[in-house]
T-cell receptor, first 112, second 114 residues
Framework: KNEVEQSPQNLTAQEGEFITINCSYSVGISALHWLQQHPGGGIVSLFMLSSGKKKHGRLIATINIQEKHSSLHITASHPRDSAVYICAAKWWNGGSQGNLIFGKGTKLSVKP | EAQVTQNPRYLITVTGKKLTVTCSQNMNHEYMSWYRQDPGLGLRQIYYSMNVEVTDKGDVPEGYKVSRKEKRNFPLILESPSPNQTSLYFC?????????????FGSGTQLSVL
């Protein structure tokens, strides 16, 4: 069964700390998404990765295809970064690239 | 403004009464998909569509139908809703060649089936 595991499940940090959220998956994928869901429920896509590293502002996402692992880093964390972060792996499915499997999310709380 | 529009935002219905949740995008995206989100289970994919007239099952398709007759619209149909379909539903769209392949999500539909 194709699975996506995230860790930690919950994370509390002090403002300014460097944060890492991990995502591992069980089989080969074509791409991996990192999503952010705020308490109001809306979901925003942060990155889509198929290899290497991407950076946007204080957010950095990396993926190691051989080790089946991706990380999301937040530098100089801020209370407004408090949210649930979700990774989603895009599987090949009979030639189609549309099947997404989600991790259960990491709830991040950044204290001032 | 580029957006994915879902309607309704909230819906309360009774078992067996057919309903449709609409999803429309104005970005000319090829890919559209539906997800449900439940406490403890996270997000799960229901159906997706790679383009017009092309749809495929996700992880939890039972009890749902979709159609993709036009590129911009991807409605989710519950022919005979049951209480276990009470959930928060999201629609999303993307294009593999634009916006770095990111997914754009609708605001969500909170469905309660009594």
């Amino acid at each position: 069964k194709n699975e996506v595991e995230q860790s930690p499940q919950n994370l509390t940090a002090q403002e300014g700390e460097f944060i890492t959220i991990n995502c591992s998956y069980s089989v080969g994928i074509s791409a991996l998404h990192w999503l952010q869901q705020h308490p109001g429920g809306g979901i925003v896509s942060l990155f889509m990765l198929s290899s290497g590293k991407k950076k946007h502002g204080r957010l950095i996402a990396t993926i190691n295809i051989q080790e089946k692992h991706s990380s999301l880093h937040i530098t100089a964390s801020h209370p407004r970064d408090s949210a649930v972060y979700i990774c989603a792996a895009k599987w090949w499915n009979g030639g189609s690239q549309g099947n997404l499997i989600f991790g259960k999310g990491t709830k991040l709380s950044v204290k001032p | 403004e580029a957006q994915v529009t879902q309607n309704p935002r909230y819906l309360i219905t009774v078992t067996g009464k057919k309903l449709t949740v609409t999803c429309s995008q104005n970005m000319n995206h090829e890919y559209m998909s539906w997800y449900r989100q439940d406490p403890g289970l996270g997000l799960r994919q229901i159906y997706y569509s790679m383009n017009v007239e092309v749809t495929d099952k996700g992880d939890v398709p039972e009890g749902y139908k979709v159609s993709r007759k036009e590129k911009r619209n991807f409605p989710l149909i519950l022919e005979s809703p049951s209480p276990n379909q009470t959930s928060l539903y999201f629609c999303a769209s993307s294009s593999p060649d634009r916006e770095r392949g990111k997914l754009f999500f609708g605001s969500g539909t909170q469905l309660s089936v009594l």
